[in-house]
């Protein structure tokens, strides 16, 4: 049974998310802010997060930013606005969509069960690999060990800043389109656009300081990583 962490301040939302949760057969737990939120997940592991922005104490931004230096838990984030910013910056965290209120409860447990779906598959394939790591002069990509390490120190990397190079690596000196980055990264069913991409390319030739060149803009078509 999969467990999920539904955080938001407005108590007619959590209920009833929580109630369509356990009808579709999750185990639900429940956090009224984004501090209540960590404490939870420093006790207990989630398959997913469904976290609200706009929360007293701790938003969920920042909520999210102190899960994920202990865990690394897929998240869906929920916000009664509707702006790019708020939408890119979150993807910039690393959650992995976005849903604008007013929404179902339908729609918000299609989304995760996505994004749980997909993140199990990620660890599987993981798993029945043997371990793969592989060296570009001082960079150090650990797949298995989900590690990337800059002249022997380990990166400070959103989780998927990790899945975007990861996937660069493995499809080296092929020539990606951003469409099919966003298929393949993101999912088929993401709502985000080419910008998106070239957000998290940036934050990632940030990540990898010297070496952020083994990460080839293709003008008029996409990336590529090339040593």
């Not at 996505?114 to 990509?141: C, M, P, W």
């Not at 293709?218 to 990336?223: D, N, S, T």
Request: hydrophobic share 40%; glycine share 8%; charged share 35%.
């Amino acid at each position: 049974m999969h467990r999920i962490l539904i955080v938001d301040d407005e108590d007619a939302i959590r209920k009833g998310l929580k109630e369509y949760a356990q009808f579709m057969g999750y185990e639900v737990e429940e956090a009224c802010d984004g501090m209540e939120a960590v404490k939870i997940c420093r006790q207990q592991d989630f398959d997913a997060i469904v976290m609200d922005i706009m929360m007293p104490k701790l938003d969920g931004f920042g909520a999210c930013k102190e899960i994920q230096k202990q865990k690394d838990i897929p998240v869906l984030m929920l916000s009664a606005r509707g702006e790019e910013y708020d939408k890119l910056y979150g993807f910039e965290l690393g959650i992995d969509d976005y849903v604008v209120k007013p929404f179902s409860a339908r729609e918000v447990m299609a989304r995760l069960n996505v994004i749980i779906t997909r993140n199990e598959h990620q660890i599987q394939e993981a798993s029945d690999k043997g371990r793969e790591i592989y060296r570009f002069d001082g960079l150090e990509v650990d797949f298995d060990g989900r590690n990337v390490k800059i002249d022997g120190n380990k990166a400070e990397m959103t989780p998927k800043e990790y899945e975007l190079l990861f996937y660069l690596v493995k499809n080296r000196g092929i020539a990606l389109s951003r469409e099919k980055l966003l298929t393949d990264v993101w999912g088929f069913d993401f709502y985000g656009d080419d910008r998106t991409v070239d957000t998290h390319i940036k934050m990632l030739r940030m990540s990898i300081g010297r070496y952020r060149d083994f990460i080839v803009t293709m003008r008029g078509v996409g990336y590529k990583f090339e040593v």
